[in-house]
């Protein structure tokens, strides 16, 4: 159980295009979610937390404008990075939190590069 | 914020050694988990635990809450243990359910 998927799990972009990654909750229902990003060989960082129903709130110095973030139901949750350019080159990961517990679980991720 | 340190934050072991992962933090925390992070970037969750002590297979881990810090023993390590493991805490208090990670200590057993 608590199994969290993340859609695509790489992709390549062109600079200047959009880029949208989801992120579900496969087997329990997630009113919280959160997304992070992580460079090499460094930890995460929270950019966001995702709440099903209400806009996301971001973490300092995170654009709103460029990380578009839609929580649309209890299991789904999706990032979009609009505009990108290559420094947004990165590890994107998302987690959500079980409706009953304060038990994260993480997605596998999607590597970003932006060409 | 609270902050979360890691130690150490480089491990290199031989296959069946045993080791002592260490997360300290800064403030009082009622979450607090225990991840591996494989080679491909999965985070794995291994322990649940803001206080006490769990086991699970050769890993276990111990939280003490008033003393605010955590420790992960693995045990009989396997080639496979390697990776980042990474600590994250939640302060106590608060609504939301944010968690803050440490830097990681990265595993690597050798055959």
């Known amino acids: 159980g608590a199994v969290v998927s993340q859609h695509p799990s790489w992709v390549i972009c062109k600079s200047g295009t959009s880029v949208k990654i989801e992120c579900r909750s496969l087997d329990f229902q997630a009113t919280t979610m959160f997304w992070y990003r992580q460079f090499p060989k460094q930890s995460l960082m929270l950019m966001a937390t995702s709440n099903e129903g209400s806009k996301a709130t971001y973490e300092q110095g995170v654009e709103k404008d460029k990380f578009l973030i839609n929580h649309a139901s209890l299991t789904l949750s999706t990032l979009t990075v609009t505009s990108a350019h290559p420094e947004d080159s990165s590890f994107y990961i998302c987690s959500a939190r079980d409706l009953w517990a304060y038990t994260q679980y993480f997605g596998p991720g999607t590597r970003l590069t932006v060409l | 914020g609270i902050q979360v340190e890691q130690s150490p934050p480089d491990l290199i072991l031989q296959e069946g050694a045993n080791s002592t992962l260490r997360c300290n933090f800064s403030?009082?925390?009622?979450?607090l988990q225990w991840f591996h992070q494989n080679p491909w970037g999965q985070l794995i969750n291994l322990f649940y635990?803001?206080?006490g002590t769990k086991q699970n297979g050769r890993l276990s881990a111990t939280t003490v809450a008033t003393e605010r810090y955590s420790l992960l023993y693995i045990s009989s390590s396997q080639t496979t243990d390697s990776g980042v493991y990474f600590c994250?805490?939640?302060?106590?208090?608060?609504?939301?359910?944010?968690?803050?990670f440490g830097k990681g200590t990265l595993l690597t057993v050798n055959p």
């Open positions: 635990i803001p206080s």
């Open positions: 994250a805490v939640k302060r106590s208090g608060g609504s939301n359910y944010k968690l803050t």
């Open positions: 403030d009082s925390v009622n979450n």
